[in-house]
């Protein structure tokens, strides 16, 4: 059976090292990790590389934004004795990742963190791309950061999904902003797949490396030290946020907001971004601050995970819109897609 990529022992893993193990494949040290499971490959958009450790540092937090409105039902946890009770019943749910696509940024080589860059070209495609791999999973709910270029990739990918539900992005900034996009018909709002903006999964913050280019700055500072600031578990970059400390608001907001949706049944896709990611995945799959300094994501590659009796499963991504494999995974999935070929054909 196939799980998580990082389940040998902490400290196992090595850099570029191959795994064979129950059928699937997997190769580190690379752009991404390509699975093979039962015959089908299945790329994860995740690879790990050498890292280091050490310090830590305080750092405040920049902006805020939307919560809930009228088109999302919220869920809240119940007193903690029931909890764990109510993960152990929950019904089974899809969480999708997916780090944006490539920016104008990117491209360019310069730190990015909390600027506000959109996509290039390729980022669109890289986006739309993403999209047809994901187009049979159901998607409930969305929730992308602040930063346009989630947002952008939340939304093309989205255009290829073949249930055709409306993203709605939902605003909550004002009371006004709250009244001013209601939707008042019920049937339309079915339609809709709220879409919730939140700063808490914005890219680390990169402090004063912002637009700064990475070759230049490895060049001034050293190779070494520029390697500490960009893969260190907690050493922060100057006046930025460490990882640790992205993961600290990243992390919380997952489990405030996000989890309690999954555990109530609702399919949920993230786009988010490489640091704030990272640390949601360190999360998800249990990995240790040493092995979530190996683990690479790579641009515009959906992730898919299972959420079932209280527990996350990765399942890799489709590597197409019409690969089996991914869909053979769960029986609500193969039932999903079953739906929509019956409502299509
Ligand atoms: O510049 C950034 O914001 C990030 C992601 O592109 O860079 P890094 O690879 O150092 O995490």
């Not at 990611?277 to 898919?304: A, C, F, H, W």
């Not at 053979?328 to 409502?343: E, N």
Request: aromatic share 8%; proline share 5%; hydrophobic share 35%.
């Amino acid at each position: 059976m196939a799980t998580s990529v990082f389940h040998q022992p902490p400290g196992t893993a090595q850099p570029h090292q191959h795994f064979q193990n129950s059928g699937f494949r997997h190769e580190f040290g690379h752009a991404s990790v390509k699975l093979t499971f039962k015959g089908f490959k299945v790329e994860t958009g995740l690879s790990r590389r050498g890292g280091y450790s050490s310090c830590k540092r305080k750092f405040g937090v920049i902006q805020a934004s939307a919560s809930h409105t009228s088109v999302v039902q919220p869920v809240s946890y119940p007193p903690n004795n029931s909890t764990d009770e109510l993960r152990k019943k929950s019904s089974e749910a899809a969480l999708i990742l997916i780090r944006h696509g490539e920016s104008l940024w990117n491209e360019k080589n310069l730190f990015t963190g909390c600027v506000d860059v959109p996509l290039t070209k390729k980022g669109v495609e890289e986006a739309i791309e993403a999209g047809k791999r994901i187009s049979n999973i159901p998607v409930d709910m969305i929730y992308t950061s602040a930063l346009i270029r989630a947002q952008m990739t939340a939304m093309l990918a989205m255009t290829q999904h073949r249930r055709k539900k409306v993203p709605i992005i939902l605003h909550n900034e004002s009371e006004q902003a709250r009244e001013w996009s209601q939707i008042f018909s019920e049937d339309t709002k079915k339609q809709s797949i709220p879409v919730v903006t939140a700063w808490q999964l914005n890219e680390r913050m990169y402090g004063e490396l912002q637009g700064l280019n990475k070759q230049e700055t490895a060049d001034r500072f050293g190779k070494e030290k520029v390697h500490e600031w960009r893969r260190s578990y907690d050493i922060p970059p100057p006046n930025g946020e460490s990882l640790e400390m992205c993961a600290e608001r990243a992390v919380a907001y997952f489990k405030d907001h996000i989890e309690p949706q999954l555990l109530s049944g609702k399919n949920v896709m993230i786009a988010a971004h490489g640091n704030s990611l990272r640390s949601i995945i360190m999360y998800l799959d249990k990995l240790t601050s040493q092995e979530v300094i190996n683990l690479e994501l790579s641009t515009g590659i959906p992730m898919l995970y299972i959420f079932k009796g209280g527990k996350f499963i990765r399942r890799g991504s489709p590597a197409g819109p019409t690969e089996a494999g991914v869909y053979a995974y769960t029986r609500s999935l193969a039932l999903y897609r079953q739906k929509l070929d019956d409502m299509l054909h």
